[in-house]
T-cell receptor, first 111, second 113 residues
Framework: GDSVTQMEGPVTLSEEAFLTINCTYTATGYPSLFWYVQYPGEGLQLLLKATKADDKGSNKGFEATYRKETTSFHLEKGSVQVSDSAVYFCALLGNTGKLIFGQGTTLQVKP | DAGVIQSPRHEVTEMGQEVTLRCKPISGHNSLFWYRQTMMRGLELLIYFNNNVPIDDSGMPEDRFSAKMPNASFSTLKIQPSEPRDSAVYFC???????????FGQGTRLTVV
């Protein structure tokens, strides 16, 4: 079945460092891909999305490119801030209509 | 729109009691998802509905769990009887279609003692 694998955390960075969180997926057909962010005590919020191969999703300085050849959707940000500290989830929406999440990666940014 | 609304936000109950979690999806959305989040297992999809019909309930852990969606604006997740291992945060999410992103509620933190 469909699945999503993320790099394990926690990831600890200094402010203004470069961020990469790896995400790979397994799915039949052509899923849509998403990154969600969860701040402490809150629900998940959509960060960005891509619906077809080679699409780049971007929001708030974060970017991810849908790579069909490597079945990947890595999240990147050029300069992280303390306020980016949160848990990040990669997800796919497959042709069955199921929205499947990775296990989440905790990011901690220190001043 | 107020977004996805879940109630209660917190629930503490004794083992063996029945628990009912409620969700009001965003108006006009026709897909609804129930998830459970724990430290050990992360975010698990329990069940999802499309046009009020359960499409996939393979994630429901056992017969003690049941979910209903009697109309487009309301869904419930019931646990009967509850057990301490059911303690988790339960999220409801809705989406406009089977190909669109989902919007999440704030979650219900359930503690079974």
């Amino acid at each position: 079945g469909d699945s999503v694998t993320q790099m394990e955390g926690p990831v600890t960075l200094s402010e203004e460092a470069f961020l990469t969180i790896n995400c790979t997926y397994t799915a039949t057909g052509y899923p849509s891909l998403f990154w969600y962010v969860q701040y402490p005590g809150e629900g998940l919020q959509l960060l960005l999305k891509a619906t077809k191969a080679d699409d780049k999703g971007s929001n708030k300085g974060f970017e991810a490119t849908y790579r069909k050849e490597t079945t990947s959707f890595h999240l990147e940000k050029g300069s992280v801030q303390v306020s980016d500290s949160a848990v990040y989830f990669c997800a796919l929406l497959g042709n069955t209509g199921k929205l499947i999440f990775g296990q989440g990666t905790t990011l901690q940014v220190k001043p | 729109d107020a977004g996805v609304i879940q109630s209660p936000r917190h629930e503490v109950t004794e083992m063996g009691q029945e628990v009912t979690l409620r969700c009001k999806p965003i108006s006009g959305h026709n897909s609804l998802f129930w998830y459970r989040q724990t430290m050990m297992r992360g975010l698990e999809l329990l069940i999802y509905f499309n046009n009020n019909v359960p499409i996939d309930d393979s994630g429901m852990p056992e017969d003690r769990f049941s979910a209903k969606m009697p109309n487009a604006s309301f869904s419930t997740l019931k646990i009967q009887p509850s057990e301490p291992r059911d303690s988790a945060v339960y999220f409801c999410a809705s989406s406009l279609s089977e190909v669109a992103e989902a919007f999440f509620g704030q979650g219900t933190r359930l503690t079974v003692v």
